[in-house]
């Protein structure tokens, strides 16, 4: 039940084109939900957040979309770039502390030029 | 702000030996959490302290591993023997403790234990 779910494993898109990135959780205690980006030799950083009380945030070129009945929640990449080639995970933790973090297995998504 | 520091970056080391990593808070931050990243098992989180006090350790593999902060800005990962199966990227993160949480990333130590 902690576990979250992640798919596709890895992803090639167009350059211009649209990434989407599934997640799926199980625990309905979970309440918060990040996304991070992994530039290979870095470490993870904070992409976007949201929070079960809106089903779609937007910030620039990525839009996080939930869907809190099927618990699920995507994260959709407009107009990609090469930039945005990395690897990306999902996240979800327990609103008590807000800290206890699960990630998922990542998605390593590759834009072509 | 220089962000989590980590070091060393890369170890390579033999089995059965000591291996010590060690992470330095953001100023102002008051949660430490490290992680263990494999391309097997993804990113694990190992073990977290809120306010100097490990509050779930529950992800720390065997009693091999051992994670202390003898003080408010400072952590340490100790691998004691080290084992081939140990040869993963250890990060660690810190946080404001606030909800909902940001947790900043360091840029993470390459161990190899041959």
């Known amino acids: 039940q902690q576990q979250v779910k992640q798919s596709p494993q890895s992803l090639i898109v167009q350059k211009g084109g649209i990434s989407i990135i599934n997640c799926a959780y199980e625990?309905?205690?979970?309440?918060?939900f990040p996304w991070y980006q992994q530039f290979p030799g870095k470490g993870p950083a904070l992409l976007i957040a949201?929070?079960?009380?809106?089903s779609e945030k937007k910030e620039g070129r990525f839009t996080i979309s939930f869907n809190k009945s099927a618990k699920q929640f995507s994260l959709h990449i407009m107009d990609s770039q090469p930039g945005d080639s990395a690897t990306y995970f999902c996240?979800?933790?327990?609103?008590?502390?807000?800290?206890?973090?699960?990630f998922g297995p990542g998605t390593r998504l590759s834009v072509l030029p | 702000d220089a962000g989590v520091i980590q070091s060393p970056r890369h170890e390579v080391t033999e089995m059965g030996q000591e291996v010590t990593l060690r992470c330095k808070l953001i100023s102002g931050h008051n949660s430490l959490f490290w992680y263990r990243q494999t391309m097997m098992r993804g990113l694990e989180l190992l073990i977290y302290f809120n306010n100097n006090v490990p509050i779930d350790d529950s992800g720390m593999p065997e009693d091999r591993f051992s994670a202390k902060m003898p003080n408010a800005s400072f952590s340490t990962l100790k691998i004691q023997p080290s084992e081939p199966r140990d040869s993963a990227v250890y990060f660690c993160a810190s946080s404001t403790g606030l909800v909902p949480d940001t947790q900043y990333f360091g840029p993470g130590t390459r161990l190899t234990v041959l």
């Open positions: 949201i929070r079960p009380d809106v």
């Open positions: 996240a979800a933790s327990l609103d008590n502390y807000g800290q206890n973090f699960v």
């Open positions: 625990n309905t205690a979970f309440d918060y």
